[in-house]
């Protein structure tokens, strides 16, 4: 019998609403925007294929504007045909064909102004993600962003936004990146060596008239 390579976060069921602890932001009390929680959820895989050497995993939002002429402006929405772009909220290689999980608050257990190492550790290599370019320019946040940071969209967006935790099962040990790595270095790499690939998606939104 034939299993198929499975990812799945047990927090939220696939598909579903993403937990606010597991985001960057999140509706304040008296205004449209709070810092959250920012804790990496934990993510298992099953059934990986034989010949696999490594995993690597991406979590991105297909969902950002491509332009932010609209975005966090109290009067007006970010219009729901504007065209969107990719961005990635963690990306991680390398990660030991023995390990089948990540545990919660592996990538991130909170918020780090300025952002978080990329590098090496037991359980893979961490490039940056995309809040070092959205922070780019911001005295007070402005840095590399390693390891994870998560959901922020637009708090005045027409569309909630999707994010896919990916996992790729990989026949090659290392993919041989490093420094501050981006996703789509990682995807680049990635070409003609992955085996097989799962993702578990989960929904999110900062617009109390856009429900995630």
């Known amino acids: 019998m034939t299993h198929t390579f499975e990812v799945s976060i047990d927090t939220w069921s696939d598909g579903a609403t993403i937990p606010a602890r ?6 304040g009390e008296d205004s449209p925007f709070a810092t959250s929680d920012n804790i990496s959820p934990p ?3 099953s059934n990986a294929p034989e010949g696999t050497k490594s995993f690597a995993l991406i979590c991105h939002d297909p969902d950002v504007p491509s332009s932010p002429e609209d975005v966090n402006k109290e009067d007006r ?3 729901a045909d504007l065209p969107r ?5 963690w990306v991680l290689i390398d990660i030991p064909a023995t390990r089948t999980e990540l545990e919660a608050g592996i990538g991130s257990e909170g918020i780090t102004p300025r952002g978080k190492d ?6 893979g290599r961490s490039g ?4 070092t370019d959205w922070f780019a320019g911001d005295p007070d946040m402005e840095g590399t962003y390693g390891g994870y940071d998560g959901p922020c ?10 994010y896919y935790f990916t996992v790729y099962a990989l026949d090659i040990e290392t993919l041989g990146l490093s420094d501050a790595f981006t996703g789509d270095q990682a ?11 799962s993702a578990h998606l989960g929904t999110y939104s900062m617009n109390p008239k856009v429900p995630a």
């Open 22 to 27: 597991f985001a960057f932001g999140k509706p």
């Open 43 to 45: 993510i298992r895989w």
């Open 77 to 79: 929405l970010v219009p």
């Open 85 to 89: 772009v990719p961005f990635y909220h």
């Open 118 to 123: 990329c590098g090496s550790s037991d359980f």
């Open 128 to 131: 940056q993600n995309s809040y």
């Open 153 to 162: 969209p637009p708090w005045n967006d027409s569309i909630p936004h999707r």
């Open 187 to 197: 995807l680049e790499a990635m070409q003609g060596h992955v085996l097989a690939k």
